[in-house]
C-alpha cells in the first residue's frame, strides 16, 4: 500500500465532512492552508459560490477535484419526473466539467414514491445512466455508480452492493465506473472479489472513507471518523490498490451530532492524523 505518513496530497475532502460549518471557499481555503490534495464539493455548496467561480479558486489553490457529488436519482412515477431527473443529471454533468472534476457521483435513486417494484426501480436506474452516457462522454466526465448500504435501498439507492454496479458498468460499456465506499459495502462477503473486478476493467473511480459506529444512532447522519468504528479500512485500501487504484482517499463524515457541531479546522486536522494512521 501507498505511504500516506506525512503526505496529504492523497486525501481529499468531501465537503460534507465540515458541512455544517464551511461554505465552499472555506473549505477550499481550508484544504489549502492544511495541505490537503483533494476536495469534492456537494452540489449546493458548488450553486452557493458559482460553478466558474469555484473553478477558479479551486485552480488557485492547486486542489484536485476528487468527485461531485452528485448526480443519479434516476427512477421517478412518470417519464417527466424521470426526464426532469435526466435534465438535472445533464446540468450536474456540466458542473463537473467546469470544476475539473474526475468524476461524477451517482447516487442512482430508489423506489418511486408508492411504488413497491425494486426490480423495476433498478431497471430505470440502468436506463437514467444509459441516457446521460451521450453527454457525460462529451464532456469527458465519467460517472462512478457509489452502492449505498441496503438501508437506504427504498429512499436513496437500490444498487446496494458492488457486484451490481459492475454489472452494471459491463451493461453500460465506457464511461461509467464505480466509487467504493467503505461505509456501504465494508459488510459485502464479496468485497475483496468485486473490487478485484471492478479494478480489473479499470473502473475504479473513487475511494470513500470515514467509519461505521457501534452503535449507530442515526441511518444517515452518524458516521464515524476512520479509526472510531468497525471497518478495516486499511484491509480495504489495500485491496482497492492492489486492484490498481491509485487516487485519492476521500474523506465523507455525515455527522450531525459530533464532528458537524466541532470546530472545522479541528476537524480536518483529526482527518489528516487518521488519514495516516487509520485509512
Ligand atoms: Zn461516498
Not at 492544511?34 to 466558474?52: F, M
Not at 463537473?96 to 447516487?107: F, K, Q, S, Y
Not at 478485484?196 to 444517515?220: K, N, Q, S, Y
Not at 485500501?237 to 451530532?257: L, M, P
Request: with cysteine.
Amino acid at each position: 500500500m501507498r505511504d500516506f505518513s506525512g503526505d496529504t496530497a492523497l486525501l481529499s475532502l468531501n465537503t460534507a465532512t465540515v458541512q455544517a460549518q464551511w461554505t465552499l471557499e472555506q473549505c477550499i481555503d481550508g484544504c489549502a492552508r492544511h495541505g490537503v490534495g483533494g476536495i469534492a464539493p456537494w452540489r449546493d455548496k458548488l450553486a452557493e459560490c458559482g460553478a466558474a467561480r469555484a473553478a477558479a479558486m479551486i485552480r488557485d489553490a492547486g486542489l484536485r477535484v476528487s468527485g461531485l457529488c452528485r448526480g443519479g436519482m434516476f427512477p421517478a412515477a412518470t417519464s417527466a419526473g424521470r426526464q426532469a431527473a435526466l435534465d438535472d443529471n445533464r446540468k450536474a454533468i456540466d458542473d463537473a466539467a467546469t470544476i475539473g472534476a474526475e468524476c461524477l457521483i451517482l447516487v442512482v435513486g430508489g423506489l418511486p414514491e408508492g411504488s413497491k417494484d425494486i426490480a423495476g426501480a433498478r431497471m430505470q436506474v440502468r436506463d437514467g445512466i444509459d441516457a446521460l452516457l451521450d453527454h457525460s462522454r462529451a464532456a469527458g466526465v465519467p460517472v462512478a455508480i457509489e452502492p449505498l448500504h441496503p438501508m437506504y435501498a427504498a429512499d436513496r439507492a437500490c444498487v446496494n452492493t458492488l457486484k451490481q454496479a459492475n454489472d452494471l458498468c459491463d451493461a453500460l460499456g465506457g464511461g461509467v465506473g464505480v466509487a467504493v465506499d467503505v461505509y456501504h459495502v465494508w459488510w459485502d462477503p464479496d468485497l475483496e472479489a468485486e473490487i478485484a473486478r471492478a479494478g480489473t476493467a479499470g473502473r475504479i473511480l473513487g475511494f470513500h472513507v470515514c467509519d461505521w459506529l457501534v452503535p449507530t444512532t442515526d441511518l444517515l447522519l452518524d458516521r464515524g471518523m476512520m479509526g472510531d468504528g468497525a471497518i478495516d479500512i486499511p484491509k480495504i485500501r489495500g485491496w482497492v490498490e492492489a486492484a490498481g487504484y491509485s487516487g485519492t482517499s476521500e474523506v465523507e463524515i455525515f455527522s450531525k451530532d459530533n464532528w458537524w457541531r466541532r470546530d472545522a479546522d479541528d476537524v480536518l486536522t483529526t482527518c489528516i492524523e487518521r488519514h495516516q494512521s487509520a485509512v
